[in-house]
Protein backbone atom coordinates (compact mmCIF):
# COMPACT_ATOMS: atom_id res chain seq x y z
CA UNK A 1 0.00 0.00 0.00
CA UNK A 2 1.29 3.48 -0.96
CA UNK A 3 -0.09 6.03 1.82
CA UNK A 4 0.91 9.62 1.81
CA UNK A 5 1.05 11.01 5.62
CA UNK A 6 1.64 14.61 4.16
CA UNK A 7 -0.06 15.82 0.94
CA UNK A 8 -2.02 13.38 -1.57
CA UNK A 9 0.03 14.85 -4.28
CA UNK A 10 2.58 12.71 -3.06
CA UNK A 11 1.15 9.69 -4.76
CA UNK A 12 1.38 10.87 -8.22
CA UNK A 13 5.26 10.82 -7.71
CA UNK A 14 6.88 8.60 -10.92
CA UNK A 15 8.34 6.39 -8.36
CA UNK A 16 5.26 5.61 -6.67
CA UNK A 17 3.95 3.94 -10.01
CA UNK A 18 6.89 1.95 -10.71
CA UNK A 19 6.62 0.08 -7.15
CA UNK A 20 3.04 -0.24 -7.79
CA UNK A 21 3.45 -1.58 -11.39
CA UNK A 22 6.25 -3.99 -9.91
CA UNK A 23 3.87 -4.99 -6.95
CA UNK A 24 1.58 -5.96 -9.55
CA UNK A 25 2.55 -8.74 -10.96
CA UNK A 26 2.23 -10.84 -7.68
CA UNK A 27 -0.23 -11.74 -5.62
CA UNK A 28 -1.00 -8.76 -3.36
CA UNK A 29 -3.77 -5.94 -3.42
CA UNK A 30 -2.05 -2.21 -4.10
CA UNK A 31 -3.95 0.26 -2.52
CA UNK A 32 -3.52 4.09 -2.58
CA UNK A 33 -4.19 5.75 0.71
CA UNK A 34 -4.49 9.46 1.57
CA UNK A 35 -6.64 11.44 4.49
CA UNK A 36 -9.09 8.68 5.60
CA UNK A 37 -9.72 7.48 1.37
CA UNK A 38 -8.38 4.11 0.79
CA UNK A 39 -8.47 3.06 -3.58
CA UNK A 40 -7.71 -0.29 -4.55
CA UNK A 41 -5.66 0.30 -7.90
CA UNK A 42 -4.99 -3.75 -8.37
CA UNK A 43 -6.17 -6.38 -8.87
CA UNK A 44 -8.05 -5.42 -12.37
CA UNK A 45 -11.19 -3.19 -12.19
CA UNK A 46 -13.91 -5.37 -12.85
CA UNK A 47 -12.81 -7.47 -9.68
CA UNK A 48 -11.90 -4.74 -7.54
CA UNK A 49 -15.42 -4.01 -8.01
CA UNK A 50 -16.82 -7.15 -7.07
CA UNK A 51 -14.35 -6.85 -4.06
CA UNK A 52 -15.37 -3.19 -2.94
CA UNK A 53 -19.00 -3.47 -3.96
CA UNK A 54 -20.09 -7.13 -3.45
CA UNK A 55 -23.57 -6.22 -3.99
CA UNK A 56 -23.38 -4.34 -7.27
CA UNK A 57 -24.40 -5.45 -10.56
CA UNK A 58 -21.31 -7.99 -11.02
CA UNK A 59 -21.09 -11.86 -12.25
CA UNK A 60 -21.65 -14.10 -9.23
CA UNK A 61 -18.55 -16.16 -9.60
CA UNK A 62 -16.56 -12.62 -9.82
CA UNK A 63 -18.06 -11.33 -6.38
CA UNK A 64 -17.24 -15.11 -5.16
CA UNK A 65 -13.48 -14.65 -6.26
CA UNK A 66 -13.97 -11.17 -4.61
CA UNK A 67 -15.36 -12.14 -1.31
CA UNK A 68 -11.97 -14.58 -1.48
CA UNK A 69 -9.82 -12.44 -2.21
CA UNK A 70 -10.52 -9.95 0.88
CA UNK A 71 -10.90 -12.90 3.49
CA UNK A 72 -7.14 -13.65 2.14
CA UNK A 73 -5.80 -10.07 1.96
CA UNK A 74 -7.87 -7.67 4.00
CA UNK A 75 -6.13 -8.06 7.27
CA UNK A 76 -3.13 -7.10 6.12
CA UNK A 77 -4.66 -4.12 4.47
CA UNK A 78 -5.65 -3.26 7.85
CA UNK A 79 -2.28 -3.92 9.65
CA UNK A 80 -0.96 -1.42 6.78
CA UNK A 81 -3.28 1.20 7.77
CA UNK A 82 -2.35 0.77 11.20
CA UNK A 83 1.41 1.35 10.38
CA UNK A 84 0.87 3.92 8.85
CA UNK A 85 -1.17 5.94 11.28
CA UNK A 86 0.98 5.21 13.70
CA UNK A 87 4.06 6.45 11.45
CA UNK A 88 1.97 9.83 11.01
CA UNK A 89 1.52 9.98 14.52
CA UNK A 90 5.29 9.75 15.16
CA UNK A 91 6.26 12.38 12.36
CA UNK A 92 3.52 14.56 13.73
CA UNK A 93 4.55 14.65 17.28
Known amino acids: MARA ?27 LSWDDQRRLIYPKEDLAAAIL ?9 LVEQGK ?10 RLADEAARQAGSQAAG
Not at 68 to 77: G, L, T
Open 68 to 77: AWMAKYEPFA
Open 53 to 61: DPQGPHDPA
Open 5 to 31: VDASSALLDGGTFNVAAMLSHGPLPIY
